[in-house]
């Protein structure tokens, strides 16, 4: 544990936020080190220049015998260089903070360590393991398709995947995610003076349309279990001026006019695949019921797939519920997909038995203060080297 900590330490207090190129690459060479110490073979996969991303660590061990063991990380974190700095603090003796210090260097270096127990143990000689740590987990690159290519390809040579993102502690792992895809609402409307606002000849104006169709969208559609739509920008006005990867937006715009245009950019979360179609097709019916003198469409864009409770994935469950059990700690069951959102393993969730949330516990991932908790920390790397072995040994 000394050296999995000193490693963890290292590695949350370097800046690994997507677009630091250089400080995730750094991260990769860390693990990398470590990595082939275990007898590992190591590789940098690298994206295309198109991408502007760092690339992917691969770390391949070829055994004589048992399943083959997929595992996924990810280096990069959310916190990029212009943010405040979050080193490593221990805050006391059951929590330290720092920046992706559970999401997911922690579940990085329980990868790692657990595989240094069984290599210690005898025991890795003859699994057969590929740890894929990707370089762009939280703002992958586009198109998300050739971002993920060379991981869903050796995820593919596999037989089960598991996935290190935050634990809900030791009791709770994933056995479902829900996917995520993106939808693009541009607004159109005729312009005038604000006196004529709702005129015939005039009609209602861009940004009064937008807030229909969102507040529809919010009364037909919020009701339905593990759907969400979250509006992320809107932007309305006289003129208006939204980049291409609709992150941000500029307006310009008076009182006395009606706004002849509107966009809005946001996301849509799903378990299964029929979930987010029907979904989309209601969205488009409700755009479609437009505001006299207003035109809007609605366009949307795939990005991770689901992750669903398939039998395999509970038979997963089942298996560290005994070892938890074995091991002295009490039942364990999975996180309602609800509070789980996408990640890497949803890219390969359709092609093998998968199960996620085996990394560090804490709280606050994705904020300022994200923190790790100190006491389950060990216990979790445990659990993680005897589920290895049991599936893969």
């Known amino acids: 544990m000394d050296a999995a900590m000193q490693l963890l330490i290292n590695s949350v207090n370097i800046n690994s936020g997507t677009l630091n190129i250089a400080g995730v690459k750094k991260v990769g060479a860390l693990y990398a080190h470590e990595l082939e110490k275990l007898g590992f073979t190591i590789e940098w996969v690298n994206e295309p220049d198109s991408l502007h991303r760092a690339g992917h660590l691969v770390a391949t061990h070829v055994g004589k015998k048992g399943k ?54 005898g025991l890795l000689k003859d699994m057969n393991v590929v740890a894929y740590f990707t370089g762009d987990e939280e703002k992958s690159g586009v198109p998300h398709a050739l971002a993920r290519k060379d991981f869903i390809e050796r995820a593919k040579s596999c037989d089960i995947a598991l996935g290190f993102e935050s634990a809900g502690g030791l009791d709770h792992v994933v056995a479902a995610r829900r996917g995520a895809s993106g ?24 940004i009064y349309e937008a807030a229909r169709i969102l507040n529809t969208f919010r009364e037909q559609l919020s009701s339905e279990p593990y759907l969400t739509f979250n509006p992320g920008l809107i932007v309305g006005g006289s003129e208006i001026n939204v980049d291409p990867q609709d992150t941000r937006g500029v307006a310009t715009g008076k009182t006395n006019i009606i706004s002849p245009a509107c966009k809005v950019s946001g996301d849509l979360r799903f378990l299964r695949e029929p979930q987010k179609d029907s979904a989309r097709e209601k969205m488009r019916a409700i755009v ?3 505001l006299p003198g207003t035109h809007a469409t609605i366009r949307f864009s795939d990005g991770l797939p689901s992750m669903e409770p398939t ?65 389950q920390y060990p216990l979790l790397i445990q659990r993680a080297a005897v589920l290895l072995y049991r599936l893969g040994g």
């Open 288 to 290: 479609a019921a437009s």
């Open 183 to 206: 939808w693009f609402l541009d607004v159109t409307a005729q312009t005038g003076h604000s006196a004529m606002v709702f005129a015939e000849g005039h009609g209602d104006g861009a």
């Open 68 to 121: 083959k063991l997929f595992l996924i990380g990810h280096l990069d974190t959310v916190f990029e260089p212009d943010m405040p700095a979050g080193p490593y603090t221990v805050l006391n003796d059951s929590t330290a903070t720092g920046q992706g210090v559970n999401d997911m260097k922690g579940g990085d270096v329980v990868i790692i360590t657990a595989l240094a127990a069984l290599q210690a143990n």
């Open 311 to 375: 039998p395999g994935n509970l038979r997963l469950v089942g298996e560290v519920d005994r070892l938890s059990k074995d091991m002295g700690w009490g039942p364990t069951g999975y996180d309602d997909p609800a509070v789980r959102g996408a990640g890497d393993i949803s890219d390969v969730a359709h092609y093998m038995d998968c199960l996620d949330g085996l990394g560090a516990s804490g709280r606050g991932a994705h904020q300022a203060g994200e923190t790790i908790n100190l006491k």
